[in-house]
């Protein structure tokens, strides 16, 4: 029989129970040998989720590398458990706020790393084209042109595009399009918006254009995508 509460056991004889601002999951009587702190980040806007759907399903950095990243990990993990254990008033808090650097500089190594350097990565890597990049999620709607977006990369036209082209293999206005059909994909799946709020927060006039832009991203209608999501 099941059993709730505090001495509830699951798999491996594992138990559950509140310890301070987070629960604590043990399987030992004694003090143990290993030390687990596991949390979630949750992004509640759209394009940060482009940016996590460019990432790989798994992410491994060693505490023991020599680079100056990593050392920081240790400083930023050794505070959140130390807040954690201490228990005093705001440590929730204080250990929520110190995971947001926590997870940047995971997603930084692993821009430097060799191969972390193409697509939307390594655009937004890149110290020029990530400004413009980053003003194209920012606002995607904005009717944005070459010449704007090579000022928001301190580069001129061509030159912007020939970046672009190196590291993206795409045309800048080719990403942007992307990006805005992905921005209205990922609201079609997750929200209740009207077709007309969903089409015109991608940068479209119409539901008409959007809906023929859609369907050559998707091979479907958007209206298929929205009956089919679970």
């Not at 119409?206 to 209206?223: D, L, V």
Request: with cysteine; proline share 5%; charged share 25%.
């Amino acid at each position: 029989m099941a059993r709730d509460g505090p001495d509830r056991r699951g798999p491996f004889g594992i138990r559950s129970r509140p310890f301070g601002p987070v629960e604590l999951k043990t399987n030992t009587e004694d003090r143990p040998r290993i030390q687990l702190i596991c949390g979630r980040l949750r992004f509640d806007l759209a394009h940060p989720n482009l940016l996590l759907a460019a990432l790989p399903d798994a992410i491994v950095v060693s505490a023991a590398d020599d680079r100056t990243d990593a050392s920081r990990l240790r400083m930023f993990m050794s505070a959140i458990q130390e807040e954690i254990e201490a228990n005093l008033a705001g440590a929730a808090a204080i250990a929520t706020d110190l995971a947001s650097p926590l997870f940047v500089m995971v997603v930084r190594i692993h821009l430097q790393r060799q191969g972390a350097s193409k697509g939307l990565l390594g655009l937004l890597a890149h110290r020029q084209l990530g400004e413009a990049v980053r003003a194209m999620l920012e606002e995607p709607a904005r009717n944005w042109s070459l010449n704007e977006l090579a000022a928001r990369a301190n580069a001129s036209r061509a030159s912007f595009v020939r970046m672009f082209q190196r590291v993206a293999h795409r045309a800048p206005l080719e990403i942007l399009t992307e990006l805005r059909l992905e921005l209205a994909s990922r609201k079609l799946r997750t929200t209740s918006l009207a077709w007309a709020d969903v089409a015109a927060e991608a940068g479209y006039q119409s539901e008409s254009s959007f809906s023929r832009a859609f369907k050559r991203r998707f091979g479907r209608a958007p209206g298929a995508l929205r009956a089919g999501r679970t």
